[in-house]
């Protein structure tokens, strides 16, 4: 098996990649870049003259850079994509890949707390080099706040339940390890659904310290800006609520996903929008992790 994937099994690479529609002179975007497997594959369709730039902003995921001169690896957080491009001198793209969520190599990472298997300090930040740790968020957000984020990024029914559990813990004894956040909500986890309950707890805690929603949003309004006409924006979602935003924006061209029309009544969105793609059966067996996966191509008119 290839390094990159040990490190993270690329989702529908095939199809997300042939729905980026790449030419050999394209200048491409993977803002999501990982273990590298859908920029390998990008930079093999690439020609000569084309180049890509590929956004992480985690340090483990620049071990990963192929030595090619075609590449661009970016330290950042793809929030900032039209700065970076501004820094590169590079006025417009004809193609932006995004893989949401996280990868494999962070879930299967003992020391960096966004799975439930390790007990780890508390940390899930993708960008060790600053912002809180989920440890101090638990340990100092108000219980309105830690419902909300429980309710919002892990449609948790019982996320004031939750909260409430949270607060008082803490005042016991402060958050600092994945086992004393499993001890909090263990009780709220039936056990014919254990972990599915206990993946949702981590993953509304890992969208709040990363920012992950507005982030999110920034860099599809940025790439709108920056793709061609022609240019084609295609992204992978893994959850409902960055899937309704992906797909509203898509349609409407904004994040409030409105959908303006001109004196004729047809819509005026910037883009024209494909048939989201499932991942087939030998796909979901082969990865797990693209069971939940939606992906979605929109083209710049």
Not at 254 to 261: A, V
């Amino acid at each position: 098996m290839s390094e990159e994937l040990v490190y993270h099994t690329p989702v529908m690479l095939k199809e997300s990649v042939d729905g980026m529609q790449i030419q050999q002179n394209d200048i491409c975007v993977d803002v999501t870049f990982g273990g590298g497997g859908h920029s390998r594959e990008i930079l093999s369709r690439l020609g000569k003259k084309g180049h890509l730039y590929s956004f992480d902003q985690d340090g483990d995921a620049e071990k990963n850079a192929p030595d090619d001169k075609r590449f661009t690896f970016v330290r950042g957080n793809f929030r900032f994509l039209y700065n970076f491009m501004r820094y590169h001198e590079v006025e417009s793209i004809d193609a932006l890949l995004a893989d949401l969520g996280v990868s494999g190599h962070h879930f299967d990472d003992e020391t960096r707390g966004f799975s439930f298997r390790f007990d780890s300090e508390l940390d899930m930040r993708m960008n060790k080099r600053g912002g809180r740790t989920a440890a101090e968020l638990l340990n100092t957000a108000e219980e309105e706040q830690l419902a909300r984020i429980f309710k919002l990024y892990g449609e948790l029914n019982c996320s004031r339940k939750l909260a409430a559990t949270i607060v008082k813990q803490r005042s016991q004894k402060p958050f600092r390890r994945v086992s004393d956040l499993i001890e909090a909500a263990k009780p709220f986890c039936p056990p014919q659904r254990e972990k599915k309950e206990l993946a949702k707890v981590f993953q509304a805690l890992r969208i709040e310290i990363n920012q992950e929603i507005e982030s999110l949003k920034e860099m599809l309004e940025q790439a709108k800006e920056l793709l061609k006409p022609g240019g084609r924006l295609v992204v992978i979602t893994y959850h409902s609520l960055e899937d309704r935003i992906v797909k509203n924006f898509m349609k409407s061209g904004n994040i409030d996903g409105t959908i303006e029309k001109d004196f004729f009544g047809r819509s005026t969105s910037p883009f024209e929008t494909k048939k989201v793609i499932l991942p087939s059966d030998e796909e979901m067996q082969i990865n797990p992790r693209s069971r939940s996966a939606k992906l979605r191509i929109a083209i710049k008119i």
